[in-house]
């Protein structure tokens, strides 16, 4: 999943731990990653929280994409900061896996993630729902 994956990578995300239920992922806060108070924006911290996520459920599930997804910030992460996101998952079945993921900056914690992810088919995958062409009606 990882060689495949270039939105981490270009984000600057490093796994460094994806087995058994478990992953490990790091991002330094840069400069560029700040928003107009000076803190780190969200959607880095979020993107952080996401990778670590992903590879924890699917390191015990084939072929599973995010469903939902809630994260709470806890604190800010200023320029300089080395974050870690540590997932763990809490609870899989044969159609579902949830995550936990605490983002930390050495002792602090940032952020708070909890993620639900289903099991994938596929492009062109048929799961037996119905559309609607809604602007018909």
């Given at each position: 999943?990882?060689?495949?994956?270039?939105?981490?990578?270009?984000?600057?995300?490093?796994?460094?731990?994806?087995?058994?239920?478990?992953?490990v992922a790091q991002l330094?806060?840069?400069?560029?990653?700040?928003?107009?108070?000076?803190?780190?924006?969200g959607g880095f911290v979020f993107a952080l929280a996401d990778q670590a996520f992903a590879c924890a459920a699917?390191?015990?599930a084939q072929r599973v994409a995010?469903?939902?997804?809630?994260?709470?910030?806890?604190?800010?992460?200023?320029?300089?900061?080395?974050l870690?996101?540590?997932?763990?998952?809490?609870?899989?079945?044969q159609k579902r896996v949830v995550v936990d993921?605490?983002?930390?900056s050495e002792d602090r914690v940032v952020a708070l993630f909890k993620g639900t992810a289903r099991r994938f088919r596929g492009p062109g995958a048929h799961n037996g729902s119905t559309r609607r062409n809604v602007s018909a009606m």
């Open positions: 999943m990882l060689a495949a994956d270039h939105a981490g990578a270009r984000l600057g995300i490093v796994v460094t731990q994806a087995a058994q239920g478990a992953a330094v806060v840069t400069e560029h990653m700040t928003n107009g108070i000076g803190v780190a924006q699917n390191s015990v995010t469903a939902d997804a809630s994260i709470s910030f806890v604190a800010p992460a200023h320029p300089g900061d080395e870690e996101a540590v997932a763990t998952v809490s609870y899989s079945d993921v605490v983002v930390r």
